[in-house]
Every structure is written in C-alpha cells, then in structure tokens.
C-alpha cells in the first residue's frame, strides 16, 4: 500500500489462537478468542508498515495438527505469491518448537515467516503479546530477513526454528537457543547478526489426514522398552528415540529397538536436547555404535521433537529409511 507516495512494506498475521489470544472464562482460567485484527491492534505496530490480518485457527496449540500445517504453509505461499512482503503466525507457545520448524520445512517462498505469542494473556500485568507481535511484524518486514527460513521472534530476540527451544513454563525469556539467538530487534529494527542456510527443500506429503505417523520416546533409567512393541500394531511407521546422554539406551531395551529398526526408520537423538548424538565413541550394549551397527539412524544434533516432526512430514511424503538418514544428515554441522 502507498502511504504519502511511498510504498509500505506489507506483512500478513495469521491468528491460531493461543494465550496471546486468549480472555479470562466466567468458569474460571483463560481460552483463546480474540481475533487477529485484536491481536494486531493491541500490538501498536510501526505505521510504516501495512498490516493485514485473517483468523486461520483458534485454539489451544496443543490441538494443533500436521495437517494444520500443511494447510497454513499453502496459505503462507499464496499470500506471498500476491506480493505479500513477509507473514507473522501468532500461536500458543506450547508447541511453537514444532509449528515453527515445520513451516521451515514447508515454506519454499524466500519471504520472511516469523511466528511468535506470548507467555501471559492479555488481561496480565506486563502481558507480553503486543511487544512480541510488533516485533515480529518489524522483523516480517525487513528485506534482511528475506532468505532465512521460518523464524521466531521473543523477547526481543530472532531464532531460527531449526534452534529454538521452549525451556520454562512461564517466563517471557521461555524461548532460547543452544547456539543463541541469531539477531535480536531494538527500537523496531531488527539486527541480524548470523546468517543460515535454508533447509533443503522437503517432499511434498502425499498422504493426508493419516493420522500421527512418527512417535517420539523419552528412555529413562533402567528402561525396559516394552512400550515399543506396540507402536507397530498402533499404525506407527518410524520412531524417534531420545536416548541418554549421547545416544545410549539400557542394554534391556536393545532387542526391541533392533527389531523396530528392521520394521520402520527409528532415530536416535539425546533427550539433553543440546549437542549431536555420539558416533564412535562408545561400544557397550546399548551404546551409540551398538544401535548404529543395527540400523537406528543418526539423528544428528537436532532434538527430538524437531526429528519427530521432520519424520512425520518425511514418512507422508513416503520416504524410506534411506531418505530419512540422507536429510538428516544435510542437517550436520559442516551443512548448516
């Protein structure tokens, strides 16, 4: 939109609900209901920039889908394919390490994708929504953010959803990254600092409403894996692991997980959630070298809900175990 004879730069907020939207019930707690021309006006955005705003889903995030996803990436590319500069998905913070990697995925377009909410609703003291979506906004549209993926935007902070990570229950700094923030905004301006690779194009999911195809296990101590044996019969095809320390399961479990690797692609990651999975370091049963030698695939450095997320869209693009280890590992460091 022209404003005074200068071209605006324009951005489109996608609303899903969330605490962000979110209003005290006469029952008691809060449920999400404002609309995303709500959220857009509490935010106070930079006039400079044109703000359009639609209702693509109110809920919980946890109800939340894949195929939500699926259908929002459409939604983001048809938007940019009208000219659209950049796009801001508002959402519950609950499952954003998700949502946001699985539009990094999905979204081939180079416009900005940034996706944010807040940790306290708005009839809060120091709700935090209207800062988070102004910032967001500011980010969606600079042309430096062009290129970058999916992002989401904190705090003041910008990570890249292949990092970020939701690490306390309520605090407004909740969002982190193991490797840190990639740029941060001040005074409406975003400052990028590291610049990544996008991800390599992912295959288009050819099955639809399949139901949740991947699962994603926490082992524990003394772990006797007989949960496992189930998920075949349950309509399960592939599984992520998240193994102790770096990469390692109970001895116990080893016969179980061996005879699900020969079944569907298992991957291994490290319920630590920070660092790659070990290759060559360890030879005891159960160890990383172990389950490698019996077909589990090295999950390299990303967590387990982000492999569990990526396994699913793989698994209904009707990727093998042998494509599944291939884009893994375009994830490792030395790909990046």
């Known amino acids: 939109m022209a404003k005074g004879g200068i071209c605006l730069p324009r951005v489109h907020l996608f609303a899903l609900g969330g605490t962000i939207a979110s209003v005290p019930l006469s029952a008691g707690g809060v449920a999400p209901s404002l609309t995303a021309e709500e959220i857009v006006r509490a935010a106070g955005v930079d006039e400079a920039i044109d703000v359009s705003a639609s209702n693509f889903r109110q809920m919980p995030s946890g109800d939340l889908t894949t195929d939500d996803m699926l259908m929002l990436a459409e939604a983001i590319e048809d938007k940019a394919r009208s000219g659209i ?35 306290r609703h708005p009839k809060l003291s120091g709700s935090d929504g209207p800062a988070n979506v102004s910032a967001a906004v500011a980010v969606a ?15 003041d902070e910008i990570h890249a959803a292949r990092f970020v990570q939701k690490r306390h229950t309520q605090s407004p700094s909740a969002f982190i990254s193991p490797t840190g923030p990639i740029g941060w905004v001040a005074e409406r301006k975003p400052y990028i600092l590291v610049r990544l690779k996008r991800v390599p194009e992912l295959p288009r999911p050819i099955d639809t409403n399949p139901g949740n195809l991947s699962a994603l296990y926490k082992v524990v101590m003394g772990d006797d894996g007989r949960m496992l044996e189930k998920l075949p019969c349950l309509g399960y095809k592939g599984l992520v692991l998240e ?26 990651s490290s319920r630590t959630r920070n660092g790659r999975v070990l290759r060559e370091t360890y030879g005891f049963s ?33 990727v093998g175990r042998g494509g599944v280890q291939e884009y893994i590992h375009t994830f490792d460091a030395n790909n990046l």
């Not at 549209?141 to 705090?155: D, E, K, P």
């Not at 159960?286 to 569990?308: C, H, N, P, Q, Y």
């Open 141 to 155: 549209a600079s042309a430096i953010a062009r290129g970058l993926g999916t992002l989401v935007v904190f705090n």
């Open 286 to 318: 159960g160890s990383e070298m172990d389950l490698f030698a019996r077909g589990v695939i090295d999950g390299s450095w990303l967590d387990g809900v982000k492999l569990r997320m990526l396994l699913e869209l793989l698994l209904r693009a009707g």
């Open 85 to 119: 500069d950049g796009v801001v998905v508002t959402q519950g913070t609950d499952t954003i390490e998700e949502t946001s990697f699985a539009l990094d995925l999905l979204v081939q377009s180079d416009i900005p994708v940034v996706v944010t909410g807040a940790m």
């Open 243 to 268: 193994a102790l320390g770096g990469g390692h399961v109970p001895a116990k479990m080893v016969p179980i997980v061996a005879e699900l690797a020969g079944q569907m692609p298992v991957v291994l």
